[in-house]
């Protein structure tokens, strides 16, 4: 492949910078109005929107989790009847899981990854979109249930019998199940868009062993979910929701189904699912610990490669949610073998951050406060983990508050703690404005201190015998004070998420304005100004090491003679990253939203009649022959 | 800033048509999730079927042979069509595109047809029992796809009927063979699950 | 947060004995690792200060090679001693997981069937003698020393069978069979709880259980193998017309000369011939008193809302009697 002349002083051609942002910023604006809003497909715009709106839907799950807590602060209360309990546990489980976490480590993905990489957009921007409004769609179905009163109440995972059609009557595990195909092609959009934008769109020179560790993270964590939700959208929808609505029998043990093999497909996709959570928040641990250490992080091959091993392994340890199931037991000596060594890779990731922050010039930030905050409760719930690869203790602590506490330990500690950190450590980047550090590292120590009185409880109330998913318990047991603490403690996380919200809204509106580079750190998100424009980059910079902007500082090699009136990207080699052709890709468009409204609409009827597929596959198609119709210039010569 | 060095890319092409193109990497991982998606039916068709003991169950005729193997020649060879239109694509001849893409959406269709006939020969549907779910449940998908992918098709050869094709219709017309040809490929490992699963694993 | 009846810390069987043990041969590397962790991770926030060692990263942002080099081996150091305390944590395991399997069951074990339905435990002691097969509900006796095995069947959605102090949870799956067994170390009454979600009440779906010596065992089996008292005064015998006019004995089953629960088989609520001998009422929901068991027969939906029990009304002068009638049934 013969690469373009690299002139070694001055210009081949006359370029003007000025002319240029502007030709930019008339090709790249995202459209203004109302009906301008439906149309952006810059993965900015697509990125902001999927976090508030995950965020929107943390806040709603953190309101039902505060109603449990309350229901069960004191034994035999009546706060919440069992009907209305069971409906909030399943919606906690099920908005966290799969409206919130999935979708912020995705939008998180899409702002940051083009930024990282050098480029100027993901590789399917109008896919984005569609993913976007999927998502949305799929929640608002889910909690449209609400007003007919058919909401979900059979727990996050939905075990058949108990969700089938004998003994869930009604639409509430319908939508369940149904809201799990929107968000699933949702993710698996947004995965395939990673994936080819991290392997064909970086920047030249950005070799593949040079890529920032988050964007490893991302493109590991979207294999996995190439490879693990297919197995969701067949245990949610082809097995139960059919049973349910067409009377097929893949869990009906009568006809020959088995109610185990939902668990098995299930879990095959539950257990990657929290990997799939977990892997972007490793990233930003290794962004804000590079950042704040004034060092790269040791051990990048070690990372990548222990990363890309605990990806293979997730998948092949889903029986150890089924324990309890009474599997032949060699083969549950497997799954302990394998739920154990994963505990290999994730530490060796543990032993290099060590070494970073060990050898290097900390600058204690707020986002460094949460990165310490992840160590502690991560680690603390990784091992709880490895108590409950072993089958004998794992057969004391399923199904108690014992596991409750270890998956909020590794779930919040190993992703919504980094993700709080990212917050703060991009926050400048993506507003324009530095975020206020003390209100910051205060929300911190409500969070951190709120988390541990919630959840350290639950390990010893689990081993005294509280079973999950209860609405209540006797006062003889000796839980009230256990549960009581644990209250007190999610009132203390309110209060954490509470000051944080102040905190971003307040300086958003009279933050500091904030430079391209607060921190000093040396990726190239940072060489951009704060907040960037649509396009990123006036002129791509050429990369030559991990670390572009502690090598060069001033990126001295850039890339010209990309066109300013089209949405031009440079596609690059996926190893070596060499400049190979330029493609254009497509602008604002309206399509992605009207083709999901239609496939939305007739999944929503789906769960009524089994017709309402074909009317989604039409409306679909309407919308994606809109999307593909060929639209002047046919040609893209110059 | 005035950058010292200057890489100059206005002399690269401003698209390629092959398998380097950013699209034909999406359809091929599209591909990928749908293939996850097939073989994790196909497990839980031997998953099922090996904790029954007589399979089909009683009473059911288990899905004739004849009929889905001659499906298979019209299929295979479709995949041919897919080939020319790609290369036709690559060329930008139009009439490559055209023939292969109509051989193509021919030969697809006579696949089709050959599989509504063999439909109506079950006796059984996806509520009679496992069996019927799971066969059922593996013909609906892949047929879904099938359709699907023509449709496609057919849009694209009205496209370039029409003359209306430009370099992205052509590298459509491309990446269309993708999926061609792994809806073909996945096939043959579905196909032995349902027609021969039944006469070749466990003792009837 | 003292153990209760219901405590995993509190063994008193085999089976979380051994689980127990294994308990702290976990918990005490682990606590170890965890706090060397955190140290390392502290201590890293204070050595900027001390100026050892701290290379001028500002600039080059490059450690030394030599640095490098020292962390390599320490890394690495640390992934093998965690893949070999790792490995010794599997050994463990494995060695009680054998310990509690079913080929570690010592012979001559008592079976006990427990099938479970939505929100009770419907309990049948097997046995090769059909006269000597018990039947009775949410409450378990067990003679200390001897293996019990538990044959867990349900009769509609998943259940989990679950007593801390004595045994790990077996899943109860319809159309399936699970086994477990244990074996009581000493005298007690052990609290147990459906441990996978069941519907709407599954918060009140317990049962006991009593172990005691081999003796005080074969008297309660005796006793509860033998047919109901028959009723002696006129108020137990008004009540007992009251059991079966009122529909009671449509689901429940008496045992006696002349009363017997219509669906003779299929046994859709427990069996009330000894209900007076057991602890608690409505599967550990309240303890077994005149007063909870009249407000329970009056009013099922508000104690466990949502229940199979139908509401029946009942005048003062026929709950009564019926409480007597119940009452004599020890």
């Known amino acids: 492949m013969t690469h373009p002349p690299v002139t070694p002083a001055g210009p081949a051609r006359v370029w003007d910078e000025q002319d240029d942002r502007r030709a930019l910023a008339r090709t790249w604006h995202d459209p203004e109005g109302f009906f301008g809003w439906f149309r952006a497909t810059t993965h900015q715009a697509i990125g902001r929107r999927y976090v508030l709106t995950a965020f929107i839907f943390l806040l709603i799950g953190g309101v039902e989790a505060m109603l449990m807590r309350i229901q069960l602060a004191r034994p035999e209360n009546h706060f919440l009847g069992p009907a209305r309990y069971n409906q909030i546990f399943t919606m906690h489980g099920t908005t966290m899981m799969f409206l919130f976490a999935v979708p912020v480590m995705e939008g998180m993905g899409i702002y940051l990854v083009p930024l990282m990489l050098g480029t100027r957009n993901v590789a399917f921007p109008r896919l984005n979109a569609f993913g976007y409004w999927i998502y949305v769609m799929g929640g608002i179905f889910l909690y449209a249930n609400a007003f007919t009163g058919a909401m979900p109440d059979v727990g996050w995972f939905a075990y058949p019998p108990l969700s089938g059609p004998q003994f869930s009557v009604g639409k509430g595990v319908d939508a369940w199940a149904q809201m799990i195909t929107y968000t699933e092609i949702s993710a698996l959009c947004v995965a395939v868009e990673l994936i080819v934008t991290i392997f064909r769109l970086r920047a030249p020179g950005m070799s593949l062993n040079r890529i920032p560790l988050y964007c490893w993270s991302m493109l590991i964590q979207s294999f996995m979910v190439v490879f693990a939700m297919p197995a969701v959208m067949i245990a949610s929808t082809v097995m139960l929701l059919n049973d349910r609505t067409i009377a097929t029998h893949f869990v009906n043990p009568a006809e020959g189904g088995d109610p185990l093999l939902f668990q098995h497909v299930f879990w095959f996709f539950g257990h990657p699912e929290v990997y799939i959570i977990f892997l972007p928040a490793l990233g930003f641990v290794s962004a804000i610990v590079q950042a704040n250490s004034r060092r790269q992080v040791f051990g990048y091959s070690a990372m990548v490669l222990s990363q890309v091993a605990t990806g293979f392994i997730a998948f092949g340890l889903w029986v150890h949610h089924m324990f309890a199931t009474g599997l032949p037991q060699i083969g549950e000596a497997y799954f302990t073998a394998a739920s154990m060594m994963i505990a290999v890779t994730t530490g060796i990731q543990i032993f290099c951050w060590l070494a970073t922050l060990w050898t290097g010039r900390l600058r204690m930030t707020a986002a460094m406060h949460f990165i310490f905050g992840f160590l502690f409760i991560f680690v603390l719930g990784g091992l709880t983990g490895v108590m409950l690869a072993s089958i004998p203790l794992d057969l004391q602590s399923h199904d108690t508050y014992f596991v409750v506490a270890h998956f909020h330990y590794v779930l919040i500690g190993g992703a919504l703690f980094p993700l709080f950190g990212a917050f703060h450590h991009w926050f400048p980047k993506i507003t324009g404005r530095r975020i206020d550090e003390g209100l910051g590292k205060f929300s911190f120590w409500l969070l951190f201190i709120g988390f541990n009185v919630t959840f350290f409880p639950m390990h010893i109330l689990g081993l005294n015998g509280m079973t999950r998913r209860i609405y209540t318990y006797p006062a003889s047991l000796g839980w009230a004070s256990g549960n009581m603490i644990a209250t007190i403690g999610a009132g203390i996380i309110a209060l954490g998420g509470l000051v944080f919200i102040v905190n971003a809204i307040s300086s958003m509106r009279r933050g500091a304005g904030a430079d391209a580079n607060p921190w000093d750190a040396a990726g190239l998100e940072w060489s951009v100004a704060s907040p960037p424009p649509p396009w990123n980059f006036t002129y791509q910079p050429v990369v030559s090491s991990r670390v572009p902007l502690w090598t060069d500082p001033a990126l001295r090699t850039v890339v010209t003679g990309m066109r300013t009136d089209r949405r031009e990207v440079l596609v690059t080699g996926v190893t070596e990253a060499e400049p190979q052709f330029r493609t254009v890709l497509p602008g604002a468009s309206l399509w992605p939203f009207l083709a999901a409204a239609g496939i939305s609409i007739g999944f929503a009827g789906s769960i009524f009649a089994f017709s309402w597929y074909y009317v989604a596959a039409f409306l679909g198609a309407l919308g994606i022959i809109g999307w593909f119709w060929p639209s002047p210039p046919k040609d893209v010569e110059p | ?204 | 947060m003292r153990p209760g009846p219901q405590s995993a810390f509190d063994a008193a069987g085999s089976a979380a004995r051994v689980t127990g043990d294994l308990f702290w041969y976990f918990l005490i590397p682990l606590a170890v690792i965890f706090l060397i962790v955190i140290a390392i991770a502290i201590i890293s926030i204070f050595r900027r200060h001390r100026g050892i060692e701290q290379e001028p990263l500002e600039g080059t942002h490059r450690p030394s090679a030599q640095t490098e080099r020292r962390l390599t081996r320490v890394v690495t150091g640390a992934s093998v001693l965690t893949l070999l305390i790792l490995l010794g944590f599997i050994v463990a395991s494995v060695a009680t997981g054998k310990a509690i399997s079913g080929r570690a069951m010592p012979s001559n074990a008592i079976t006990i069937e427990v099938s479970a339905s939505q929100w009770w435990w419907n309990i049948h002691y097997l046995n090769d003698n059909a006269s000597l097969i018990l039947t009775t509900a949410n409450e378990i006796h067990v003679p200390v020393g001897r293996a019990v095995l538990i044959r867990g069947v349900s009769q509609d959605v998943i259940h989990s069978f679950w007593v801390p102090s004595l045994i790990g949870k077996r899943d109860l799956i319809p159309s399936r069979v699970t086994t477990a067994w244990f074996t009581a170390e000493r005298e007690g009454s052990f609290r147990g709880q459906c441990a996978e979600f069941c519907g709407l009440q599954h918060a009140h779906m317990a049962l006991w259980v009593v172990a005691e010596t081999p003796e005080k065992f074969d008297q309660w089996m005796k006793a509860q193998l033998a047919d109901a008292a028959n009723p002696s005064t006129p108020s137990e015998q008004a009540g007992e017309k009251v059991f079966l006019d009122k529909g009671c004995s449509l689901c429940h089953t008496i045992r006696g000369a002349d009363v017997e629960g219509l669906i003779a088989e299929g046994q859709v609520a427990p069996d009330l011939t000894h209900l007076a001998s057991r602890m608690t009422i409505a599967a550990g929901t309240l303890p077994n008193n005149r007063g909870n068991l009249g407000g329970w027969i009056t009013d099922p939906q508000s104690i466990k809302p949502g229940n199979h029990m139908a509401t029946i009304p009942l005048a003062a002068a026929e709950l009564q009697p019926l409480l007597d009638y119940l009452g004599s049934l020890k």
């Not at chain 2, 080939?83 to 023939?99: H, I, N, P, Q, V």
């Not at chain 2, 370099?167 to 993708?178: A, E, F, I, T, Y």
């Open chain 2, 1 to 204: 800033m005035s950058p010292t060095r200057t890489l100059d890319v206005s002399g690269l092409p401003a698209y390629e048509i092959s398998n380097r193109a950013p699209l034909w990497w999406g359809q091929l991982f599209m591909a990928l999730i749908e293939g996850a998606l097939f073989c994790m039916l196909i497990a839980m068709y031997f998953y099922l079927r090996l904790s029954i003991d007589v399979w089909p169950p009683p009473g059911v005729k288990p899905p004739g042979l004849t009929l889905p193997t001659l499906a298979l020649i019209p299929l295979v060879l479709s995949a041919g069509g897919s080939y020319a239109a790609s290369e036709g694509a690559k060329r930008d001849d139009r009439r490559m595109m055209l023939l292969g893409m109509g051989g193509n959406l021919a030969l697809a269709i006579v696949f089709l047809v050959l599989r509504f006939i063999e439909w109506n020969t079950f006796n059984f549907t996806w509520a009679a029992d496992i069996h019927g779910t799971l066969v059922w449940s593996i013909l609906f998908l892949h047929t879904f796809d099938v359709i699907a992918d023509l449709l496609m098709t057919a849009i694209l050869i009205g496209i370039v009927a029409d003359n209306k094709h430009g370099p992205k219709q052509r590298l459509g017309v491309h990446v269309d063979s993708v999926l061609w040809y792994f809806l073909v490929l996945i096939w043959l490992p579905l196909y032995v699950a349902v027609y021969w699963g039944p006469r070749l694993v466990g003792s009837r």
